[in-house]
T-cell receptor, first 113, second 113 residues
Framework: NAGVMQNPRHLVRRRGQEARLRCSPM?????VYWYRQLPEEGLKFMVY????????ESGMPKERFSAEFPKEGPSILRIQQVVRGDSAAYFC???????????FGPGTRLTVT | GDSVTQMEGPVTLSEEAFLTINCTYT??????LFWYVQYPGEGLQLLLK?????DKGSNKGFEATYRKETTSFHLEKGSVQVSDSAVYFC????????????FGTGTRLQVTL
């Protein structure tokens, strides 16, 4: 059973461009979580999604950030008009049910130049 | 709001030394508590967990006890190995919520021969 897949592993964007980060949960998992890790800091919750629904987006910045988890395909975290402060590692986790263990992917390291 | 405080790193130990990484939390009710480990370039892996007061989580020689009276969940290992070198994160999931994890800032452990 493959683990949580994230791609790309590394992404470089210039200021003002868009970044799209993809997450494929483990097979059988319908709950997806996104976290951001700034340099030398812990992970901060961003958003929690189930198939086609956003359940909790209390950690998402109000502007430029959006997330989706369509019926088919991976979950996408989209950052529009990136700024240098968006440089971070973005981790996705999935779980089979909402209160079960979260399994983490290897992360996408975004660098904004 | 909920928060997790971990001891500052890095922690440098010789192989076979005793390890303690302190973790205290602030939360209402009875949260679930977790320790995650992150090896270089990888995502987080669940190391152990405890879901109620006085529970002891254990795995791979690591253990931690949920202490409600001191709001603590300190990680211990009797004899560390070089392969234990990693960053360790303490985390909580608030009672009654089925989603986000709140993480501490992480403690880097370096074990030398």
């Amino acid at each position: 059973n493959a683990g949580v897949m994230q791609n790309p592993r590394h992404l470089v964007r210039r200021r003002g461009q868009e970044a799209r980060l993809r997450c494929s949960p483990m097979k059988g998992h319908s709950h997806v979580y996104w976290y951001r890790q700034l340099p030398e800091e812990g992970l901060k919750f961003m958003v929690y999604l189930q198939k086609e629904n956003i359940i909790d987006e209390s950690g998402m910045p109000k502007e430029r950030f959006s997330a989706e988890f369509p019926k088919e395909g991976p979950s996408i975290l989209r950052i529009q008009q990136v700024v240098r402060g968006d440089s971070a590692a973005y981790f996705c986790a999935s779980s089979p049910v909402s209160d079960d263990e979260q399994y983490f992917g290897p992360g996408t390291r975004l660098t904004v130049t | 709001g909920d928060s997790v405080t971990q001891m500052e790193g890095p922690v440098t130990l010789s192989e076979e030394a005793f390890l303690t990484i302190n973790c205290t939390y602030t939360a209402t009710g009875y949260p679930s508590l977790f320790w995650y480990v992150q090896y270089p370039g990888e995502g987080l892996q669940l190391l152990l967990k405890a879901t109620k007061a006085d529970d002891k989580g254990s795995n791979k020689g690591f253990e931690a006890t949920y202490r409600k009276e001191t709001t603590s969940f300190h990680l211990e290992k009797g004899s560390v190995q070089v392969s234990d070198s990693a960053v360790y994160f303490c985390a909580l999931r608030a009672a009654g919520t089925a989603s986000k994890l709140t993480f501490g800032t992480g403690t880097r452990l370096q074990v030398t021969l």
